[in-house]
């Protein structure tokens, strides 16, 4: 079907706000970026462009205003095909198969052009399809833009089905300066649109008549309604450090309380609240942990370096501005009490030492199969001490691996993190602290669990690491062992995010542990208490392993993916292996091919390469074979190529294991250079030879030749995945 369009100029602009009870912030987020995808799809799909689509919301409303749309879509002529040619005429008069394809398309018979395809003669007409006026089009899509939205937790009011985060109370919809007609029927209640909305419920709790779609943003500004998300957030960030300067203090604007206070308030002002000086005596992140993810406030601190706190704090209110001073003191009624709690628990934690707390770990299940808190800190300190002894560490780390092992869960049951579970691992290092344990095991408690987001830092000290990878590695192999492997979007246990820190852990502290070792042998001690296929589970976690090194290596080392294939190997045990079995050395190697692949020298090496390794395919070599002389019988050579070849080989494999040994495959690389020519000679200079000799034993011979160079390549990678000039 071919189609060509009519341009139409007349433009148009459309508002559609859509009136609700207070809405979540998250949902308010949430469905702003998915009208930002799903308006300006669905308005390409029924073909009407538009100059722009700005979406806005508040808690109390969502609008999108299109500006620049056509007054109707574009007249189209299109080409429409229909019965074949000899069905729809017989004896040169047209059939009932014919009448019935003109009478459907609106057209007369002599409107019947035949045409030959691959498929033979066929009928084909040509209509013109007169474009739909824009108002009609938006009548039906506004519905579906709306009952579109997804969200947690839907709801339904009164007696019908319609369902929303919030209950809907009104909706505009202006075509410029008329109000375009549109309802939702929600069992006896039908919600019709008009162009009255409703101001800020406390500064303008009038009505508000919108002239036309372009007043909106002004007009809702004068009911101090301020819709653009971002003109509300840069209001929020002013009013927040001027308030902050006042105090000759500093705050730190982050970014989730940011987007979250945004979308609570519809006119923002910022109002300054105190507390009392005593409760400074908390630990800094108790006091921020209360302000910022309980109570919605922000912090100020003395200065930049926010070591310590100001006795003060800012709100954003959605009340009147006029009013603050009533807001401050009901704010600081809230938090005093908060931090009374505050004190009270870290008193009451403060009288025991953290050691003491172990045998309540015992009462917290950790899951239903897998046991207690305390018997994960169990299992968590026996693989430390595997991990420990891979990485050599002496004595003293080994001492104060295995204690913070043991205590790095026991501010669990502490009364402060029972309230305030986001202080888990802060709360544990400073309670370890007073209990007089170490530096190095108080800093490893509150490090275990880094990093606890996709931006947060990584544990710097080893006993940290070696706690984190410990930790996360027995979460990994228990939850798998009872096949709760993470599908789709469900991954209760974060296992995803707990083999990504394993990764970058080892990675980016050039940790030299044997990640395949490590699954054995904690997949064993797994199997002995449950009825489980050990093999099975293994592979599972290889599998999964494999994938997410796969995509850390492509989306944070930016690695080309041919070239990540080149050094995973696909469906290859013997890369799965020594990946696991080295995590650093897939990363360099990774990078490496990366390197030479910029800077031109893996097209000096690709072909000759890539050539022997499809003919070595045919030969039943090793691939873990390098040296000549034990697989290559010199006597059955006829040709000086063949000499050549041998000997080049033969004074390849020092540099090869001299790069398996240093890593450094600089070596290795230039070794395969230096061959190719001795190999392109070997296929195609003047004494070339046939490799697929007739007689057996020749073939067998050239072709381990072959393997052989392919071997060296493959201690690198896989050249076979290389894609060249990718």
């Known amino acids: 079907m071919n189609s060509q369009f009519i341009e139409n100029t007349s433009k148009k602009a459309f508002l559609l706000e859509v ?61 429409i095909k229909g019965p074949p040619a000899q069905t729809a005429f017989k004896d040169g008069k047209p059939t009932p198969a014919a009448q ?150 500093s705050v730190e604007i982050y970014p989730d309380l940011l987007e979250e206070v945004t979308n609570l308030v519809e006119y923002p002002s910022a109002v300054i609240g105190e507390f009392e000086s005593e409760f400074l005596n908390l630990p800094t992140e108790v006091i921020t942990t209360v302000m910022v993810h309980h109570q919605r406030y922000f912090p100020i601190f003395k200065d930049s370096t926010q070591q310590k706190l100001l006795p003060y704090f800012i709100t954003i209110s959605n009340g009147d501005p006029a009013k603050s001073d009533i807001i401050a003191v009901g704010n600081a009624r809230v938090i005093r009490a908060r931090l009374a709690d505050g004190k009270f628990f870290y008193d009451a934690d403060l009288k025991n030492p953290l050691d003491s707390f172990l045998p309540q770990l015992a009462k917290v299940t950790f899951q239903e199969d897998l046991g207690s808190l305390l018997d994960k800190v169990g299992r968590v300190s026996q693989i430390t001490t595997q991990i420990a002894e891979q990485l050599q560490l002496n004595p003293e780390q080994s001492h104060n691996v295995h204690r913070a092992a043991l205590l790095c869960k026991a501010d669990l049951v502490s009364q402060m993190v029972y309230e305030f579970p986001e202080l888990q691992g802060i709360m544990g290092q400073k309670y370890a602290l007073a209990s007089e344990e170490g530096e190095a095991v108080a800093t490893a408690i509150f490090e275990h669990y880094l990093p606890r987001g996709a931006d947060d830092i990584l544990p710097q000290t080893i006993i940290g690491q070696v706690v984190g990878l410990a930790d996360r590695l027995d979460s990994l192999v228990s939850i798998f062992g009872l096949g709760m492997i993470p599908t789709g979007s469900s991954d209760p246990f974060a296992l995803r995010r707990a083999a990504n820190a394993i990764v970058n852990i080892t990675w980016t502290a050039d940790l030299a542990i044997n990640l395949q070792q490590l699954l054995e042998k904690i997949a064993t001690d797994f199997v002995a208490t449950h009825n489980k296929n050990k093999e099975e589970l293994v592979a599972t976690l290889q599998d999964f392993f494999l994938q997410r090194i796969r995509t850390l290596l492509q989306e944070e080392k930016q690695i080309d993916y041919d070239l990540v294939n080149a050094v995973l190997g696909e469906n290859d045990p013997e890369y799965t292996q020594r990946t696991l079995q080295d995590l650093l050395d897939v990363r360099d190697r990774a990078l490496f091919l990366q390197k030479i692949r910029k800077d031109g020298t893996i097209d000096k090496i690709y072909e000759t390469v890539n050539r022997s390794t499809r003919l070595a395919a045919q030969g039943d070599l090793d691939t ?27 004074e390849l494999v020092p540099q090869t294991q001299a790069a398996q040994n240093s890593r450094n495959y600089q070596l290795l690389v230039a070794g395969l250079e230096k061959i190719a020519p001795t190999v392109n000679n070997f296929f195609d200079g003047p004494e070339s030879v046939l490799v697929i000799d007739p007689d057996p034993n020749i073939k067998r011979n050239r072709l381990n030749l072959l393997g052989l160079l392919r071997n060296h390549a493959r201690v690198l990678a896989d050249f076979g995945a290389v894609v060249k000039n990718l």
Request: net charge neutral; aromatic share 6%.
């Open 624 to 650: 873990k074979q390098l040296d000549p002389t034990t697989v290559v019988q010199p006597e059955l050579f006829q040709k000086s190529c063949e000499t050549a070849l041998y000997h080049t080989l033969v």
């Open 19 to 79: 009136g609700t009870e207070e809405l979540p912030a998250s949902f308010l987020s949430g469905a702003i970026a998915q009208w930002k995808s799903l308006i300006p799809r669905s308005l390409q799909e029924n073909s009407l462009s538009s100059e722009s689509v700005e979406i806005y919301g508040t808690p109390r409303r969502l609008a999108v205003l299109i500006k620049g749309l056509p007054s109707q879509q574009a007249d189209r002529e299109e080409e």
């Open 100 to 249: 019935g394809f003109a009478k459907k398309q609106g057209v007369e018979l002599d409107a019947f052009e035949i045409r030959s395809t691959e498929k033979g003669d066929f009928v084909f007409v040509r209509k013109l399809i007169p474009g739909r006026r824009v108002a009609e089009i938006l009548t039906e899509l506004v519905p579906q833009w709306i009952l579109a939205l997804e969200g947690k937790r839907l709801m339904r009011w009164g007696d019908g089905d319609l369902r929303f985060s919030r209950p809907i109370r009104w909706l505009v919809s202006l075509l410029d300066d008329a109000v375009l007609p549109i309802e939702l029927v929600n069992g006896s209640e039908t919600i019709k649109s008009d162009r009255i909305s409703q101001g800020h419920r406390v500064l303008h709790p009038q009505p508000v008549k919108i002239p036309q779609a372009t007043d909106y943003v002004t007009v809702m500004r004068l009911a101090s309604v301020v819709v653009n998300v971002e003109e509300r957030t840069n209001i929020i960030v002013e009013e927040v450090q001027k308030s902050a300067n006042k105090l000759n203090g």
